[in-house]
């Protein structure tokens, strides 16, 4: 029963709150995690459904970015200024 | 009966199409982004006007100034005018833009950051950490209805402009410099160490500002997006 306890407790200790665990998650995109943050992240994803969404939804973005540059790139809507592209045409004929 | 002869003959036809295009060494006019570039003298005025607007919008994304960015689109047409290359196809060419506009734009940043100090501290004021209990028995738990919703259509999203309209606005809703590491890390997935070496930060800083980044973008699509999405 003491056992039980003690598993549990040491659990609680070891498991991070969702604040943080969303912070965790986003750097294990960048770096290995430390050991204890690595278990104490495990458990706390282990019952807490808000921060897997987070996780995924993260991930999610990343990889959207990341294979569709071009899109995100054509999403602005700004485009080369008339002024600018006459300067530039300008320069490039002068370098020619 | 008859339908099915017809449309196998006319896949029949069109292998042929193909087949011969292959053979007489001619691209398949299908793909206008193909098309072989302008013919005759070398023109690099032809590259302003077809590539001029991708690699401003590419540069105005990662730099966040316009100024800067069109320095940067003319240097990279200006090394480019150097290189002389020709090329079989559009999407080669303007590969091969993209690849010394990227390294005009690292030079930026190298030269920015003997300028300035690279942190945004501004940004450490955590809009995004609202969404947390600060105190009670759930501390540090996501409020309920701030903690993020279900998102469907995920994939078909990636198909549509609107979308990634969205997405470029809701980036350009971050502070300057963390949207410029977020483009970098993201976007052109660079490795950590060397984004801290180009902007001359820490670790540490860095991690933060993608932290921030991811959350409040995140945030930004759920609300302007994935809520609309059903």
């Known amino acids: 029963m003491n056992f039980w306890r ?28 430390p050991r204890a943050k690595r278990v104490g992240l495990w458990l706390h994803l282990a019952i807490c ?12 973005l990343r990889e959207a970015a990341h294979e569709h540059p071009e899109e995100l790139a054509k999403a602005a809507p700004q485009n080369l200024s ?14 020619n | 009966m008859v339908q099915e002869f017809l449309s196998g003959f006319r896949r029949g036809s069109d292998a042929f199409a193909e087949f011969k295009n292959i053979i007489m060494q ?39 100034d316009p100024t800067r ?36 734009i690292y030079d930026h ?30 501390k540090g738990g996501w409020i309920h209805e701030l903690g993020p919703q279900k ?16 997405y470029h606005d809701c980036s350009a809703k971050l502070p300057k410099k963390v949207a410029s590491v977020f483009n970098l890390r993201e976007v052109d997935g660079m490795e950590t160490k060397d ?12 991690w933060v500002m993608l932290h921030r980044a991811r959350m409040a973008l995140r945030g930004c699509l759920e609300i302007n997006w994935f809520s609309k999405q059903n």
Do not use: M
């Open chain 2, 69 to 104: 960015a069109e320095d940067a689109v003319q240097e990279t047409f200006l090394a480019a005018l150097k290189g002389g290359k020709s090329f079989d196809g559009r999407r080669a060419e303007q590969s091969w833009l993209v690849g010394i506009l990227k390294n005009k």
């Open chain 2, 195 to 206: 984004i801290c070496a180009l902007l001359d930060i820490s670790a540490g800083n860095l």
């Open chain 1, 6 to 33: 003690k598993l549990i407790s040491g659990c609680e200790a070891l498991s991070l709150d969702c604040c943080t665990a969303s912070r965790a998650q986003s750097e294990r995109l960048d770096h290995p995690l």
């Open chain 2, 151 to 166: 998102w469907s259509r995920q994939v078909e999203s990636l198909d549509s402009e609107l979308f990634w309209k969205t």
């Open chain 1, 82 to 95: 008339v002024e600018a592209r006459d300067r530039i045409k300008r320069r490039l004929s002068e370098n």
């Open chain 2, 109 to 138: 940043f190298r030269k920015a950051r003997r300028e300035t100090s690279f942190t945004d501290l501004e940004f450490y004021d955590d809009e995004e950490g609202n969404r947390f209990t600060a105190g009670g028995v759930s």
């Open chain 2, 26 to 64: 001619t691209e398949s006019p299908s793909s206008p982004a193909d098309v072989k570039p302008g013919t005759g003298p070398f023109d690099p005025k032809r590259w302003v006007d077809e590539h001029g607007d991708f690699l401003f919008k590419y540069a105005l994304l990662r730099l966040r």
């Open chain 1, 49 to 60: 459904k808000w921060c897997r969404r987070y996780g995924k939804q993260i991930r999610f």
